[in-house]
């Protein structure tokens, strides 16, 4: 079993562009891919209301799987399509006609609390004989309105067993919305903004520093040396002394 759930799992991550696949036998392999522009796969539509809002119970020996492709943190842009893969095994002994898959997005503290139902993914003609394994794509988008953060992705797949109806939850868990991407968002401007301040703060703080050591360097007295210039207040205290004298005796000889 152990196996089996493996080569489940490795068949679904090495098949990320097909749609669905149809084994009947050994000697009979059959792949129906989804046609462009509409076909019998892949189609969007509101027709899986016609099966109720999911009272149906998983059917015996089938298995499911999800992978959400290049994304292993599971972030989903708010108002940006994004993608999943349904893996199917069939291990029930009759053939199993997929018809749609479906999912919401919940509160992760309490499931009751619906936050939004996403688009349903109808497929006609989908089915998967015994001891098979199909891969189905399912895109949605959630709303742009939705604030991030993280939320909880119920996610069913809805098939037919000799016109029996069933579904199997394929994933039931947290993903993380995000903002879509943009050339600037708000987080991002809040940052900017807040750079340009404190830098802005910053140059006022160095400019007072400056302003104080130039007023500092105005005030301190001016003192020379060795030139011969004395100051006009030191001159008069002098005047009449030796030593005003010798000086200008000193000046008259040059």
């Not at 392999?29 to 099966?51: F, K, R, S």
């Not at 006009?232 to 005003?244: K, N, R």
Request: include cysteine; charged fraction near 15%; charge should be negative.
């Amino acid at each position: 079993m152990a196996i089996r759930v493996i080569l489940f799992a490795f068949l679904l991550l090495a098949s990320p562009f097909l749609h669905a696949v149809r084994c009947q036998s050994d000697a009979e392999v059959e792949v129906a891919e989804a046609a462009e522009g509409g076909g019998d796969l892949g189609i969007v539509g509101d027709d899986i209301q016609d099966y109720g809002d999911g009272g149906f119970s998983p059917a015996p020996g089938v298995d499911t799987i999800c992978v959400f492709p290049k994304n292993v943190a599971k972030s989903v842009p708010a108002g940006e399509e994004a993608e999943l893969l349904v893996g199917l095994n069939n291990e029930g002994d009759s053939s199993l006609n997929v018809i749609a898959i479906r999912a919401s997005v919940h509160l992760p503290f309490d499931h009751r609390m619906l936050v939004q139902n996403l688009t349903g993914q109808v497929f006609n003609n989908a089915s998967v004989p015994p001891s098979a394994q199909a891969t189905f794509p399912y895109s949605f988008a959630v709303s742009k309105f939705l604030q991030p953060g993280a939320f909880d992705l119920v996610g069913t797949i809805i098939y037919e067993i000799d016109q029996q109806p069933y579904q199997s939850t394929f994933y039931n868990g947290t993903i993380e919305v995000v903002e879509a991407s943009g050339f600037l968002s708000i987080e991002s401007v809040f940052l900017v903004t807040l750079g340009v301040a404190l830098l802005g703060l910053l140059g006022l703080w160095i400019y007072g520093q400056i302003q104080q050591l130039s007023k500092k360097t105005k005030r301190a007295p001016k003192v020379e040396v060795g030139t011969g210039t004395t100051d006009a207040s030191m001159d008069e205290w002098l005047q009449g002394t030796a030593y005003a004298q010798s000086l200008s005796k000193s000046k008259k000889k040059k």
